[in-house]
């Protein structure tokens, strides 16, 4: 918006000019979206403690969580506030990258707010059904990818796609497949991100270090130099993403302030499955999707730690109906809560885990 509104005004002032450069816009964003957090949440923790929608807590789970029963949950509000407030003010609204980003953020928390609602006020305790939420974050990636089929958002077709490491090797998927493919990413990257999200800070801080790392990329793949330079695809408008990606990952450290450990708020299913959608939706966007494994690596061990436990056991069930386990506990932060380390420690050694994930990403670039 305000990019809309002032950078025409460059020709009767100079400094307006500024509003032409994503690096500014997103630096704007990103602090805009911190603001937007820390005025927020206050009001929205307030709100959720009025009302008594607090987390419920399984009480299979490490005994210092019983603690946490009752602590105001649902405050991924707070991270879809401090993103679409910003990306609306910073980023140009008429490229259709970040459109779709704002869509889908929207569409999954959505889809979050309604498990929530389910679970915390109207006491279902399992809120929406996994078969549920997959069925409306598989209608909202097939759509996506019939979308990109029929319009294309650059002159490489959207079957297209690069893969890590290498830059004559490209990745052509089947078009009647693409548009599952789209669904299976987005439907994959949300329950990644929710199936994380166990301890306190743990995938808001994750979150941000992934989102950053795509903003990276979102900004070379949209400079028709850099690109060159890099023997990556050019995909003209693809850098407004850059500003999306630092207004969520600044809602997520904003979001951070609040859920640092002894976390005052959750964000629930609302915020995962908002973080999880837009860091997919992003990856889909700048034909990354694979680069997702390495970049969200830790929660790619965190989804894959429940689905090994979960085939495990149902493979190993005696007639007594109890299987074996290959963790203590899935996912696999509770396995280490099991096992002695503090909250904490595992919070902090995952974020590191992340950083070296999102290093061996960004080296991507030039290894290839």
């Known amino acids: 918006m305000l990019y809309h509104f002032l950078y025409p005004l460059a020709d009767e002032h100079i400094i307006f000019n500024v509003f032409q ?6 630096a704007g964003a990103m602090v805009t979206a911190l603001l937007v957090a820390f005025v927020v949440g206050p009001s929205v923790i307030r709100w959720l403690e009025d009302r008594g929608w607090g ?14 029963a009752g602590t105001p949950t649902m405050g991924g509000i707070i991270i879809l506030a401090a993103t679409l407030i910003p990306t609306l003010l910073w980023a140009r609204l008429d490229d259709r990258y970040v459109q779709i980003a704002m869509v889908v953020t929207a569409w999954m928390g959505a889809i979050g707010f309604v498990d929530d609602y389910l679970k915390v006020v109207r006491h279902k305790s399992r809120g929406l059904i996994a078969g549920q939420k997959l069925v409306g974050q598989m209608v909202l990636g097939v759509a996506l990818g019939w979308f990109l089929l029929q319009f294309p958002l650059s002159g490489y077709p959207a079957t297209h796609t690069t893969l890590p490491f290498f830059k004559n090797l490209h990745v052509v998927i089947w078009a009647p497949l693409f548009p599952v493919f789209v669904g299976l990413v987005l439907a994959g990257s949300s329950n990644a991100v929710n199936l994380t999200d166990g301890l306190d800070g743990l995938a808001a801080g994750l979150a941000a270090v992934a989102v950053l790392t795509f903003g990276v990329f979102a900004y070379v793949t949209g400079r028709v130099d850099t690109s060159a330079y890099l023997n990556i695809f050019y995909l003209p408008g693809a850098g407004e993403l850059t500003v999306f990606c630092t207004a969520l990952a600044g809602a997520a450290i904003g979001f951070l302030w609040f859920n640092a450990p002894p976390a005052e708020v959750f964000m629930g299913d609302t915020g995962s499955l908002a973080l999880g959608g837009a860091i997919g939706a992003v990856a889909v966007l700048i034909k990354e999707e694979f680069l997702l494994l390495i970049v969200g690596g830790v929660f790619v061990a965190e989804a894959v730690s429940v689905l090994l436990q979960t085939g495990y056991y149902k493979v190993t069930k005696g007639g007594d109906g109890n299987g074996q386990r290959l963790f203590r506990m899935a996912p696999l932060h509770h396995h280490f809560e099991k096992i002695g380390w503090p909250e904490t420690k595992v919070v902090i050694r995952f974020y590191i885990l992340s950083i070296i994930c999102a290093l061996v990403g960004l080296a991507t670039l030039k290894i290839r």
């Open 55 to 68: 987390q419920v807590v399984r009480l299979e789970g490490p005994k210092s969580h019983l603690e946490k």
């Open 21 to 26: 450069y994503i690096t500014f816009r997103s």
